[in-house]
């Protein structure tokens, strides 16, 4: 049972446009919501997170939206640049553990 | 402060063999969390470790096993390799119950 559902499973953005990921999750006890960027040969590496008390948090050109009655959050990606092409993981997990459920990735490619 | 490392970070066996790998944290991280990476599952949580003692574990068999010393670097250990545990191992940290999670770069094991 997929706990994190990650929607588009590949996108392809031209630069300086807007990459727009999104995910959905199931339980309610979740309260932290990472997003990860993996480049090739590379471990997942922390991008933005947010805790569900806030609806969106912004750093640099990265934005999480996070609406909690729908159990959706997303990533916003402004200015894509292609040095974001990457794979994007998001996450959820309890704040009391460490036990982390991730989405199945979005392959993101931005083309000059 | 260094990253996260792990050992080796390829590795080659035969079915029915057993592997053992090896994840150093970042200084002062007590917990140490191990996924398997496949294209078609993403990241699944195999376990997590805390102060040498199992805090978590995810849905995988018995074959699947870790540990934890003292000094916090953790080995996860797979016997009976089957085909289908070919896959990228990653190891992460985290300080103390930060959710916080850094990631290894990986091992990737190939069982033929």
């Known amino acids: 049972q997929q706990q994190v559902k990650q929607s588009p499973q590949s996108l392809i953005v031209q630069k300086g446009g807007i990459s727009i990921i999104n995910c959905a999750y199931e339980?309610?006890?979740?309260?932290?919501f990472p997003w990860y960027q993996q480049f090739p040969g590379k471990g997942p590496a922390l991008l933005i997170a947010i805790r569900p008390d806030v609806s969106e948090k912004k750093e640099g050109r990265f934005t999480i939206s996070f609406n909690k009655s729908a159990k959706q959050f997303s990533l916003h990606i402004m200015d894509s640049q292609p040095g974001d092409s990457a794979t994007y993981f998001c996450?959820?997990?309890?704040?009391?553990?460490?036990?982390?459920?991730f989405g199945t990735g979005t392959s993101l490619t931005v083309i000059p | 402060k260094a990253g996260v490392t792990q050992t080796p970070r390829y590795l080659i066996k035969t079915r029915g063999q057993q592997v053992t790998l090896s994840c150093s944290p970042i200084?002062?991280?007590?917990?140490v969390s191990w996924y398997q990476q496949t294209p078609g599952q993403g990241l699944q949580f195999l376990f997590e470790?805390?102060?040498?003692?199992?805090?978590n574990k995810g849905n995988f068999p018995g074959r699947f096993s870790g540990r934890q010393f003292s000094n916090s670097r953790s080995e996860m250990n797979v016997s009976t390799l089957e085909l289908g545990d070919s896959a990228l191992y990653l190891c992460a940290s985290s300080y103390g119950s930060s959710n916080e999670q850094f990631f290894g770069p990986g091992t990737r094991l190939t069982v033929l």
């Open positions: 200084s002062g991280h007590r917990s």
């Open positions: 470790y805390f102060s040498e003692t199992q805090r």
């Open positions: 339980n309610t006890a979740f309260d932290y």
């Open positions: 996450a959820a997990s309890m704040i009391s553990g460490n036990q982390f459920y």
